[in-house]
């Protein structure tokens, strides 16, 4: 019958069909089972990787903490046996374990170049520009004695255990906080060399200061010693520290100017290197210079200080407010030295007293600072409208003028360190 199907089909393993009477293609079994464990052995490894659960450590990295967790719960630090090596352990052994294979090393002789021409050793003498702070007993604070003006204890408040002083202002500056800093400026540029005629500068400074932050950083005291290229080198006190008060501490007292050099002398051989060195330092002249409220100290240094021979220069800036009668006696006693008062507006008036106590004592004065600073020069500046009290250590007359009275005074400085002092100094 047309289109009938056949009573009955034969189908192959493949499930094609086949022609009756046709002989179906068989592959072998065993070919057949290592065909289907290629496919589904890897799926199989793969779900049972899916199945397990995942580890602690990758858990607490990758989920948020519980409320209970801390940072040291989720990621604890190694304790100290799994940095270091037990009792029962040798480091050697450590050592030996983490060992890299050796290599093999070269070892016929190599031909080197001589380095000696490459090579430029210091001289002895050179060393480093140095700029510390040095703590000093006879430093201008603490101080427990007496202000000489009323012979009344400087300190002269007290609550507790705490004492202070009432300044002019009739604000209270209490002594643990103001009038406790023993430390000294000490500033030697490298330069310096202690065998050739030299002078110690002595900068006083003004109101509302500390060392570091303002006769350091921005007066630049020091970096304005080494600019000048005169020998010398810088010492600087503290005083009050950061207070509108010029009380002048230790340097009020008779002979306190002079422990404070004579222990500066041991300080300075010490910190450049040379012990031997005090005695030159005990005896080289100093140049004082006093900011603002520095005039105190200066003024009385000058008087009492016990070294006023050693003193060959006085500079005072914008600082004369008060005790002319130190600053022309010693002007008038002392003729190898040179005196230079740089002024403004603010301390005109004392100024023009000071030299007309001069003149009236036959002493020279010079108002301008054109010349050379010589043995007994007088010199007073006034500058111009516009420059102000509290950058006149960077900006007078000129700019820098630390630096400038160092180089006026650099040509003499022989002559200076030279000039007999006055008898018994």
Known sequence: MVGAKPKFQIRDRANRVTSPGARPHVRPLRWRWVA????????????????KAPSAGLLAANTPASSGDSFVDRFPTPQF????P?????????????????????????????????????????REELTTLVSMKSSA?????????????????SKGDRRGHRAYNGRVYWQDETYNDNRVLVHVPETFDVRKPGVIVVFFHGNGATLERDVRDRQMVP??????????????????????DSSAGKFWQP?????????????????????SSAKAFASMPIVIVGYSGGFLPTAWSLEVGGVTGRV??????????????????????????????????YTKRHDRELMEM????????????????????????????????RDYVTQAWTENPVKEVLVKMAPALTRIASAPSPAGQ
């Open 223 to 244: 970096q304005q010693i080494s600019d000048s290229g005169v020998n010398a080198v810088l010492l600087a006190p503290q005083f009050a520290v950061d207070a509108p």
């Open 141 to 157: 604070f603490p101080y427990f004695g007496n202000n000489p003006r009323s012979e009344a204890p400087f300190l002269n408040i």
């Open 36 to 51: 289907i464990a290629s496919v589904f052995v890897p799926l199989s490894l793969v779900l049972v990787q899916c199945g």
């Open 81 to 84: 046996n799994d940095r270091f």
């Open 358 to 389: 001069l003149r009236n004592k036959g002493i020279t004065v010079t108002e301008n600072m054109d010349a050379p600073l010589r043995p007994g020069s007088v010199v007073f500046v006034q500058t111009r409208d516009g420059v102000t009290h």
């Open 86 to 126: 037990t009792a029962s352990e040798s480091l050697v052994q450590r050592q030996v374990a983490l060992a890299r294979p050796q290599r093999t090393v070269r070892t016929e002789p190599v031909r080197v170049a001589s380095l000696t021409p490459t090579i430029t050793l210091p001289k002895p003498s050179e």
């Open 312 to 345: 060959r220069g006085v500079f005072l800036l914008d600082a004369v407010y008060g005790e002319l009668d130190k600053f022309a006696s010693w002007i008038e006693n002392n003729r190898s030295g040179f005196f230079v008062s740089s002024y403004t507006r």
């Open 255 to 275: 002979g306190g100017f002079k422990r404070f050099m004579d222990e500066s002398a041991g300080q300075l051989a010490r910190l450049t290197g040379d012990p």
